[in-house]
């Protein structure tokens, strides 16, 4: 669906515009949340996010035949994440999140918030991730339908929401990382497209989804895995056959 006003990257401008006021909600109406609160708002969002990756993963990987529950694409996830991770600390994704959020601190006023930076990485993870940021900036430039990333901004509203209430605010400027990455996909979506099988898109939305477990683990019990360094596992999925 088209909207009356089109243009080519519309919805990634209204996925940044949603997420920036989901955290201004809280800036602006937080006042009354707790520490104590800011926990349980914390762990609410961890568990919401491992179940959403778990559930999401499964549903790649477990199918029904003849009545019978068969798990399949043991492989993908071996051969996607292991050489993905190797090239992903290699490169040392992760630390060059930590210097953009870093920047971002810096130059916001933030210099004094000690949690800024680890809240940018888990909320630009998060929002990131995911076959719906790929194939909603395919459809935007291709299509002319931005549908998908409308949907996504409503979720990512919600989400930056609560983790700008448990996280900091911080999570607000995971804005600058979906403008940057949708935007990156919107222009470059004729050179992309082709890859994009049912296949790929199959397989990029089953790694996706361990990535996103992977997040809620960590905001769960702390930093434990670079979740950056995995993302090299994606486009490893997408040419997995």
């Known amino acids: 669906m088209q909207p009356d006003f089109y243009f080519p990257g519309i919805g990634t401008a209204v996925n940044v515009v949603s ?18 609160i800011k926990q349980t708002l914390q762990m609410s969002c961890a568990v919401a996010v491992i179940f959403l990756g778990a559930g999401g993963t499964f549903e790649k990987m477990l199918a029904v035949q003849e009545n019978t529950i068969v798990f399949g694409g043991s492989m993908l996830l071996i051969v996607s994440l292991i050489p993905g991770g190797l090239l992903g600390e290699i490169i040392d994704i992760d630390e060059k999140f930590i210097r953009l959020g870093d920047f971002l601190k810096k130059h916001s006023g933030n210099a004094g918030d000690s949690k800024f930076t ?48 448990s996280l900091g605010k911080g999570s607000i400027f995971s804005c600058v990382s979906v403008g940057i990455f949708q935007g990156a996909i919107t222009l470059f979506a004729g050179f992309i497209e082709p890859f994009m099988t049912t296949a790929a898109l199959n397989n990029l939305s089953c790694v996706g ?4 477990f992977c997040i809620g683990i960590n905001l769960m019990f702390g930093n434990k895995i670079r979740v950056a360094n995995l993302l090299p596992s994606l486009i490893i999925a997408c040419i997995y056959e």
């Open 19 to 36: 997420i920036f006021f989901g955290g201004l909600i809280v800036l602006f109406g937080g006042n009354f949340l707790t520490e104590r």
């Open 209 to 212: 989804n361990v990535l996103i």
């Open 118 to 165: 680890d809240a940018f990485v888990t909320a630009s993870l998060t929002v990131c991730i995911g076959a719906m940021a790929i194939i909603g900036a395919i459809n935007d430039r291709l299509l002319q339908d931005p549908t998908v990333l409308f949907v996504k901004s409503a979720l990512d509203m919600i989400i930056i929401l609560v983790m700008t209430s």
